[in-house]
């Protein structure tokens, strides 16, 4: 009996371990390069290239698409603070608000949403691993205990991350400055409000050509697709 | 004998008498060979009413169904049958027409035959008491019991022979041209003799007009000079279109059942001793007629031209003001409404307000109005006015007062209601700001970080790992393997009952080594009471010899023989020569066996 609940921890730690290993050796490959055509999705991504591409296209004047770039690259890197201080020079010389930071963002962007989906899976596995020992024994109380509470913990770490992160998924940056929201997904539709280029919106539906889009402030209206990018294509 | 020409002028009286009637039956069945009347007169909206058309001349072939407005004809029936004229019986054919009505109202039916007179229809709402419907629908619960009053009204006069009464409340006061008085419109009827009420009432004269007359009036049951009457009051609203002095009466279309005959004919009924005779002379038909109220004077007023304001609109009565805006924390460039509250009483329907038609700093649009009455006729209510307005300026503005000014007939002079000025304060557009008013002045100096150099991975997507299903398949399988090891090593009784089992046969095993009599047998009793109280569903310590024979059967005299020498042994605490491998074999036989 002593054996299998030896066994059972050394196979969740192991299991851990390898995962662990996993997520630190991401699959590697050429660095994204710049590209004029930059709101289209490159076929890699990497929190560097992104970060490299933007300073081209703040330094370009391009507002808009260094904003957008900036924010995919916090997606990949976001505790890295030359991304965040780049993307709130670019912001205030383009005149868009900065998007404001809570103690929960924090805590939910203390890694990376890659590192945040295999601690989830560690957490998983070491929770799992304590009930059944726990079941199998009753020695190795304070094992038990902890391994439960990092199982815990890293789920609970996963998903503040995963709900911080779901309303970003439809995110997207204005590219072109005086953008008109219509009122309806016309060309020719009456316009409700202009947008400022790096402006950061949410798409919250489409039609053909338009996408419907609400401001930071509320407000809603129909803008053409190509005057936009998804932050997450 | 003889006869005196007193007695000759009642003999002649009383051929007359007799005579009459039959040549009034025969007038009357040639100008009224067809008839028609409706039943009843009044009733509740989902309910029908039957006109029945009665011919004493023939057969009815053809009788065009009438085209009123809301009401739906249908021939029910045609029937045959007799008609008694002074007794003697007239072949006589019928038809009835079922009447539908699609609204409520009081409606007029054109008669259906070429001599016949209009019938009138009143429909009420279904959850109305309605006033005719008593006498020949009892599915309602009765009425509350009528008021008890002595005299009418004051200002009411019987008419239509003391069958009906028209009244009009107006103020006592002077009013002013355009003001709007509240009137109260009575009609008194007697339920059985006016049989409908074809028409709203209505004011005579053109001066004046009655706005807002609410279609279903109060109806209540009164009790004037000993008779039942149904009270329907209506309220309304009255205004003058000019100054003067004014008579004023309302008149009310109705039907009423009254007797056709002459004076001459009913002093000659009147003269017939014997009711029955009295009663060939009662021609009590409906009659169509207009019963008007006593007239009530009414001075009106000029409104005063002095003191009179520039934006005087013709309000007339008392009013308050107030204001508001809407969002509280706009931003420059957003679009807000800026509301003015009108209450109180009086003609709202000339209560106007130009807003602002220009306003510094602010863009103005054409306000919109709206009303919303506290009661039945519209006097007594609240007018919102709502105009947009958009500033593109940030900071601190105020939006100045709003006025209005009316005529107030019980001050007698014009008065002006004023708002308080709003303060907002208006916040910086995105669209519209100035580059400073929103970049921090340390970012815009710090300037941009430098490059990265390339060294981390990359990945394929940017959408986080945990939102792509494939991923979400390693969790998942990690989930389905802990439970399933949550199901192994679950306690499992007869995984648990073989490894006692086995612990009990080694220990039985090394007792029968050493040689030990008393552990032996003390061992293999325990396991097989174990084992037999758990076979056998009872209790360990009821588990005797004296069961094995009839649980065990032949194979019980081995058992009593093993619990003998397992007491032997206990006692006598000595290794006897006792074949241990024949009582391990029967112990380790019992365990295993299912």
């Known amino acids: 009996m002593r054996a299998a609940t030896k066994t059972t921890l050394t196979l969740a730690l192991t299991f851990s371990a390898a995962i662990a290993f996993a997520a630190q050796s991401a699959p590697t490959s050429p660095p994204a390069l710049p590209s004029q055509a930059a709101a289209s999705p490159p076929t890699t991504y990497s929190a560097e290239g992104l970060y490299n591409l933007a300073n081209q296209y703040a330094r370009a004047g391009k507002p808009g698409l260094a904003v957008l770039n900036y924010e995919r690259a916090a997606l990949l890197a976001p505790n890295d603070p030359d991304i965040t201080s780049n993307l709130e020079y670019v912001r205030a010389t383009a005149q868009v608000p900065t998007e404001p930071h809570t103690r929960l963002t924090r805590?939910?962007?203390?890694?990376?949403?890659?590192?945040?989906?295999?601690?989830?899976?560690?957490?998983?596995?070491?929770?799992?691993?304590?009930?059944?020992?726990?079941?199998?024994?009753?020695?190795?109380?304070?094992?038990?205990?902890?391994?439960?509470?990092?199982?815990?913990?890293?789920?609970?770490?996963?998903?503040?991350?995963?709900?911080?992160?779901?309303?970003?998924?439809?995110?997207?940056?204005?590219?072109?400055?005086?953008?008109?929201?219509?009122?309806?997904?016309?060309?020719?539709?009456?316009?409700?409000?202009?947008?400022?280029?790096?402006?950061t919106v949410t798409m919250t539906a489409e039609h053909e050509d338009f996408i419907l889009i609400r401001t930071r402030t509320g407000r809603t209206g129909w803008v053409a697709r190509a005057n936009v990018g998804a932050v997450v294509p | 004998m003889?006869?005196?020409?007193?007695?000759?002028?009642?003999?002649?009286?009383?051929?007359?008498?007799?005579?009459?009637?039959?040549?009034?039956?025969?007038?009357?069945?040639?100008?009224?060979?067809?008839?028609?009347?409706?039943e009843p007169p009044s009733i509740r909206i989902g309910e029908s009413a039957i006109i029945r058309i009665t011919s004493l001349d023939g057969y009815l072939d053809n009788v065009p169904l009438p085209n009123v407005t809301g009401l739906k004809f249908e021939i029910v029936a045609r029937q045959q049958g007799f008609e008694f004229v002074s007794g003697k019986p007239i072949p006589s054919s019928y038809v009835l027409i079922k009447v539908t009505p699609e609204f409520t109202g009081v409606f007029t039916i054109p008669g259906l035959t070429p001599k016949s007179r209009t019938l009138g229809l009143e429909v009420v709402a279904a959850e109305t008491n309605n006033p005719m419907a008593w006498q020949a629908y009892k599915r309602t619960p009765p009425p509350p019991p009528p008021k008890a009053t002595a005299s009418l009204p004051k200002g009411a006069e019987l008419k239509a022979g003391g069958a009906a009464f028209v009244r009009l409340v107006i103020p006592t006061r002077d009013i002013y041209v355009g003001e709007s008085v509240p009137v109260d419109i009575e009609v008194g009827l007697r339920p059985g003799i006016v049989t409908s009420l074809n028409g709203l009432p209505t004011v005579t004269g053109g001066d004046f007009t009655l706005n807002n007359l609410s279609r279903q009036p109060e109806r209540r049951d009164e009790i004037y000079g000993g008779n039942q009457f149904l009270l329907m009051t209506w309220h309304s609203v009255?205004?003058?279109?000019?100054?003067?002095?004014?008579?004023?009466?309302?008149?009310?279309?109705?039907?009423?059942?009254?007797?056709?005959?002459?004076?001459?004919?009913?002093?000659?009924?009147?003269?017939?001793?014997?009711?029955?005779?009295?009663?060939?002379?009662?021609?009590?038909?409906?009659?169509?007629?207009?019963?008007?109220?006593?007239?009530?004077?009414?001075?009106?007023?000029?409104?005063?031209?002095?003191?009179?304001?520039?934006?005087?609109?013709?309000?007339?009565?008392?009013?308050?003001?107030?204001?508001?805006?809407?969002?509280?924390?706009?931003?420059?460039?957003d679009p807000l409404t800026l509301r003015l509250h009108v209450t109180g009483t009086g003609n709202f329907d000339r209560v106007d307000s130009p807003m602002f038609s220009q306003l510094e700093h602010w863009k103005t649009y054409p306000p919109k109005s709206s009303f919303t009455k506290s009661d039945a006729v519209g006097y007594k209510g609240e007018k919102v006015f709502e105009q947009p307005l958009i500033t593109a300026q940030s900071g601190d503005q105020t939006i100045p007062g709003l006025a209005f000014s009316y005529f107030n007939p019980n001050t007698r002079r014009y008065e002006r209601a004023q708002t308080q000025p709003i303060k907002v304060a208006i916040g910086a557009s995105l669209a519209n700001s100035s580059p400073g008013s929103l970049a921090d002045a340390a970012t815009l100096r710090r300037g941009l970080r430098p490059d990265h150099p390339r060294s981390g991975g990359s990945v394929s997507d940017l959408r986080p790992l945990y939102f792509e299903p494939t991923f979400l398949a390693v969790p998942a399988t990690l989930a389905l393997i802990l439970a399933g090891g949550?199901?192994?090593?679950?306690?499992?009784?007869?995984?648990?009952?073989?490894?006692?089992?086995?612990?009990?046969?080694?220990?039985?095993?090394?007792?029968?080594?050493?040689?030990?009599?008393?552990?032996?047998?003390?061992?293999?009793?325990?396991?097989?009471?174990?084992?037999?109280?758990?076979?056998?569903?009872?209790?360990?310590?009821?588990?005797?010899?004296?069961?094995f024979p009839s649980r065990l059967g032949t194979a019980s005299a081995e058992f009593e023989r093993l619990w003998a020498l397992a007491d032997e042994a206990l006692y006598s605490n000595e290794p006897g020569t006792t074949d241990f491998q024949h009582w391990l074999a029967l112990v380790r036989a019992q365990l295993k066996a299912p």
């Open chain 2, 486 to 547: 949550w199901f192994v090593v679950r306690p499992n009784p007869a995984r648990v009952n073989a490894q006692t089992n086995a612990r009990l046969l080694a220990q039985l095993a090394a007792a029968a080594k050493s040689g030990d009599a008393a552990s032996f047998f003390e061992l293999a009793r325990e396991a097989l009471l174990q084992t037999f109280a758990t076979r056998w569903g009872m209790p360990r310590d009821q588990i005797t010899p004296t069961e």
């Open chain 2, 2 to 38: 003889r006869i005196r020409p007193m007695q000759w002028s009642k003999w002649v009286v009383l051929f007359l008498g007799l005579l009459a009637p039959i040549t009034h039956v025969c007038a009357g069945a040639d100008l009224s060979l067809a008839y028609e009347q409706i």
């Open chain 1, 107 to 199: 805590f939910a962007r203390l890694t990376t949403p890659t590192t945040a989906a295999w601690l989830g899976v560690i957490g998983i596995a070491l929770l799992g691993g304590a009930l059944l020992a726990s079941k199998a024994t009753r020695r190795y109380r304070a094992l038990r205990v902890i391994a439960a509470l990092l199982g815990i913990t890293d789920i609970a770490l996963t998903l503040s991350n995963a709900a911080l992160l779901w309303p970003h998924l439809h995110d997207a940056v204005i590219l072109i400055n005086q953008t008109p929201a219509r009122v309806s997904p016309v060309p020719m539709g009456d316009t409700a409000f202009v947008l400022r280029e790096a402006e």
């Open chain 2, 238 to 333: 009255l205004a003058a279109v000019k100054p003067g002095d004014f008579a004023l009466s309302v008149e009310a279309p109705m039907s009423v059942k009254i007797n056709t005959l002459s004076a001459e004919e009913i002093s000659i009924a009147a003269r017939m001793g014997d009711p029955f005779l009295q009663s060939l002379y009662a021609s009590i038909r409906p009659k169509e007629m207009t019963v008007s109220s006593p007239t009530s004077d009414l001075k009106v007023l000029p409104l005063p031209a002095e003191g009179r304001p520039t934006d005087f609109t013709g309000a007339v009565c008392n009013f308050q003001v107030s204001s508001d805006i809407a969002p509280a924390h706009p931003a420059a460039g």
